[in-house]
């Protein structure tokens, strides 16, 4: 079992990421605050940080996880490199859609952070909410089987 690291949202489309401690998820919107929550297959973004830490660690440089620009850090848990599977955390439940794709913003932060996360998904999985609730740091992370 996993636990949520961090929590981060933006208001507006390249706005920098805000931390935050807990949050209200919902069907429709995704996390309250969230530009993306909106956004068909998209709702929410998953990041693992050991992966991140094997990008940091292939790019010899320490970067601050919301570099990234997702919406939330899991630790203690594999993300499968697939599609169609549930998460659970805390109260919502979450169903992943794809990968999250590094787009050019992320070579624009760091050179050569686009590349590096392509491998084993890397980036982070995209979500769709199924089931809404509140979540916050150091809750429960599990695979739904």
Do not use: F
């Amino acid at each position: 079992m996993g636990k949520i690291k961090e929590i981060a949202i933006r208001g507006k489309i390249r706005a920098p990421m805000e931390l935050i401690k807990a949050a209200n998820v919902d069907i429709k919107t995704g996390i309250d605050g969230d530009i993306r929550g909106g956004t068909l297959k998209r709702q929410v973004t998953l990041l693992a940080a050991e992966a991140w830490r094997a990008v940091c660690q292939d790019l010899q440089v320490e970067l601050p996880w919301t570099v990234r620009r997702a919406n939330i850090l899991i630790e203690g848990i594999e993300l499968p490199q697939t599609s169609g599977y549930r998460i659970e955390i805390g109260e919502i439940l979450l169903e992943v859609t794809r990968q999250t794709d590094p787009c050019s913003r992320m070579d624009e932060q760091h050179m050569g952070l686009t590349r590096t996360l392509m491998p084993d998904w890397r980036g982070g999985v995209c979500c769709n909410v199924i089931q809404g609730g509140k979540i916050a740091i150091g809750d429960n992370v599990s695979l739904v089987t």
